[in-house]
Structures are given as C-alpha cells and as structure tokens.
C-alpha cells in the first residue's frame, strides 16, 4: 500500500511514524517522497550542505528490512531528521559552515546523532550553518520569501521543515540560533534546559552557553525528538544522572488548570518592529484574564552585556586555531568577535559567569505563580536581505541562564512573513513547559478559528 507522495510529506513527523508502522507506506516510499519535495524546491531554499541521494534510499531500504524481520520499531522508527552541518556524523561530511573544515568527515556520530540512529530514526542529510555557528550567513533562503533571511546559527534546519523537505532537525543555540529562524522560518522551535541533552561530537562554542534544540512542525513532533536525544551522557559534564524527562507525555497532556502567563515586553520593546508591537498586543488581548504583565529584575538588561563578555571570550579560546592558521578565510564579523574575546580579562569573565546562579535565583519564585513566561521570540519577522541572520537579542536573556524555551509559530507581521511567540520556564522544567504551550497553541487557535 502506498500514499500519495506530496500527502505523505507534508505530514508531521508523528502522523507519519503512525502510518509507517502500520504499514500503509513503507520507509522507502516515505524517502522518495521527500525526496521529490526536495528536488521541488531546495533550488530556492538551499537549506542543505550536503544530501545524498543514494545514501538517503540505503538507509530507508534497511529501515524497511529490519522492519520486515521483526526487530522493534523505536520511538523515531523511519523518520528522517536534518542535522546541522556542526554535529558530527560518521557517515556524512561535517565541515561547520567554513572553507577551513571543507571535507573533515568525523570518526564517529555526535552522541545525538547515535541517540537519533539507536531509535530508528536516520539522518536525511546535513543543514547548512552560518560561518561556525556564528554570525556571517549561509546560503539558505527563508521559504517563504526567498528575499528575505531564513535566521541563523541553523539557518537550514529551520527552512528544511519549513519547506516541508524533512520533518524533523537538529540545531544548536549559542544566543537565538533556534528561537530565532523558528521564529523567521515559522515552526516550531524548543530550546530546552541547559543539560538536558549532550553536546557531545557537536561545534563547541562556549560550553557554558551551547545547547543543541530541535525543530520540527508540532509540539508532539518537538516533544519525540528531545526525548529521545535527552540523557546523561559521560562525555558532557553538563548532563546529569535523572529519571528522562516526560515530555512527550507532557507535550500531549491538557492542563489540569488553565495557565497563567507573565507577559514579558522586555527592556527592548522600543527596539521591536511596530507590527510585531501590535500582533502582540492583540495576542495579550486575547488571553485576558490569564496573563498579566512581568517586570524582569533590574540586572536582566546587563545580561546581554555578560553573554557578550562569556560568549566572545570563548570563541577566541574555542576558534583560536583557525584564527591562527587562516583568519583571512574568516568573516569580518567573527574575526571581530574573536579579537574581542581575546581581550577579555579572566576576572571579567569569571564575574559575567557568577552573575547566572544570582540572576537564576531571582526567577524562582516567579514561577510558582507563572507557569511560563510569553515574549517575542524576535524584533519582528524575518529582514529582508541575505546578509544578516536577524538580531538574537530577545533570545539572549533566556540562553545567557539556560532556560527552556520555544517558538510557536502563532503570529504573522504586515508582509505576511511569520512572527514567533516566544515561551520559557523554569529551568529543568522543560516538560511543563510543553505542556504550557500545547495550551497556548490550542488557545489562539480555538480563537482565532
């Protein structure tokens, strides 16, 4: 039995794991079909570094073979995901977005890319990054307007489920670089707890700052992904030794009362486009009576100066090499950022890395009567121009103290280009927060039909 091809790829990633085990397509048929949106329409979206064709049938035709004989289908069985060109696959090139890591093929999977393949789940190809996951853009284009800027530092997992030629991908988040192109890009983006899921085999960055997110269309679709790739893994002292968290239970579940939200303008609401301004305040509207408005602590502006300070030093330490050996071949912005962060005295750093436990602290308390914050994910939707990813800055806050968060693809700007709203919570209590959003996703659409 087989399904139209352009119905099969446009389902979610667990829509169509319910019909694969089922039977009523096989992993073959459902590669193929993707296969032929890409061919549709990665000419304008140029969302992947690199995608074999041969490669991607290989793995479904096994899929379909140790389907045959019995073996268990896990919780991914026969999805595809994209995986950002900084995490590394054994199988795959993963060359980080420079010309100075062209044809580096790891020795073996990130511990994500094991976790995702030990699931059932295989890899469909590589996403294009911006220059080691930093500022200088790709080649992507946003789907939805192929002028304007798809977000960056996962500029082509996001437009890859966007376009609808995979379901699922993997990202990374320094500052906004999955809140933000979710957001451009108009899926749905989870940025979860810091520790929650290893970043082993992936780009280091700012190990006190990295987090590896996941896009997919739906929150049930984000909610499988991270809990699959959640866990304790020895080689990233960030993860610890816990129970996995529920998420998908979580993500599924109706709310046993309805939340409330804090409604969180932030110190740069003057620095958000006007119609961003206004799509908000009607969302506001709309949720009258479970949201109110939430100040943020006086030191929350200073944190995008602390960010700055542990972000820049980092990458000076973690680039240093290719800044040694060929800073010619590195863009203006990063050899910037690098020279920067190379004049950061370790007394500045240690003091903007201090801040994080005392800034953490004053959120607390905050959500025992919230159950998440709401606040742009964005200062408006995606710029025009291919030359900048975005500002991150409505994401910084939230990265800079390892807090969960999502984009909801919930909102539109004037052009018509996408507008995220952007939730967080408590740190660790990623699946909550799930749960929050399921509410609010049901909310605003029950309300606006």
Not at 292 to 306: E, T
Request: aromatic share 6%; net charge negative; hydrophobic share 45%.
């Amino acid at each position: 039995m087989s399904l139209d091809p352009h119905l099969l790829a446009a389902l979610s990633a667990t829509e169509v794991r319910t019909r694969l085990v089922a039977g009523e397509c096989s992993v073959t048929d459902y590669a193929q079909a993707l296969l032929a949106r890409v061919d549709a329409v990665e000419p304008q979206v140029q969302a992947w570094a690199y995608l074999d064709r041969n490669h991607v049938l290989a793995q479904a035709e096994a899929a379909d073979e140790a389907h045959a004989h019995g073996e268990p289908d896990g919780p991914l069985f026969g999805l595809a995901v994209g995986v950002k060109d900084v995490i590394d696959t054994a199988d795959l090139p993963t060359e980080d977005g420079t010309v100075l890591h062209a044809g580096r093929t790891p020795r073996e999977d990130a511990t994500v890319v094991r976790r995702l393949r030990a699931a059932g789940g295989w890899v469909m190809g590589k996403t294009v990054t911006t220059e080691l996951a930093t500022y200088a853009a790709g080649k992507t284009r946003n789907p939805h307007h192929p002028g304007h800027t798809p977000g960056g530092s996962s500029s082509g997992s996001a437009a890859a489920v966007a376009a609808g030629m995979v379901p699922l991908a993997i990202g990374t988040q320094t500052n906004g670089s999955v809140i933000r192109p979710a957001s451009f890009c108009g899926v749905v983006g989870f940025k979860p707890s810091a520790g929650l899921i290893s970043r082993a085999g992936v780009l280091t960055q700012s190990a006190p700052l990295d987090a590896v997110g996941v896009f997919g269309r739906t929150l049930d679709d984000v909610a499988l992904l991270a809990q699959v790739l959640a866990g304790h893994d020895p080689q990233d002292p960030s993860t610890r030794l816990r129970a996995a968290p529920p998420l998908v239970r979580l993500a599924a579940a109706e709310a046993p009362l309805p939340p409330t939200l804090g409604w969180v303008a932030t110190p740069f609401w003057d620095r958000v486009a006007p119609d961003a301004q206004a799509a908000f305040g009607e969302l506001v509207a709309l949720l009258e009576g479970r949201i109110a408005p939430f100040g943020l602590p006086a030191s929350a502006a200073d944190a995008v100066g602390w960010h700055r300070t542990v972000m820049e030093a980092d990458l000076a330490g973690s680039f240093e090499l290719e800044y040694e050996r060929g800073r010619d071949q590195l863009s203006a912005s990063l050899r910037g950022q690098i020279e920067r962060g190379r004049l950061v005295s370790a007394v500045d750093y240690r003091k903007a890395l201090a801040r994080v436990p005392v800034l953490l602290e004053s959120f607390e308390t905050v959500f025992d009567h919230y159950d998440a914050l709401l606040t742009p994910a964005t200062l408006g939707t995606a710029p025009a121009g291919l030359g900048s990813t975005g500002d991150p800055l409505m994401c910084t806050l939230w990265t800079y103290l390892g807090m969960p968060a999502l984009s909801l693809p919930l909102l539109h700007g004037e052009d018509g280009l996408p507008l995220g709203v952007q939730l967080v919570g408590r740190r660790g209590d990623d699946a909550r927060l799930l749960r929050t959003a399921r509410w609010l996703v049901q909310t605003v659409t029950l309300a606006t039909g």
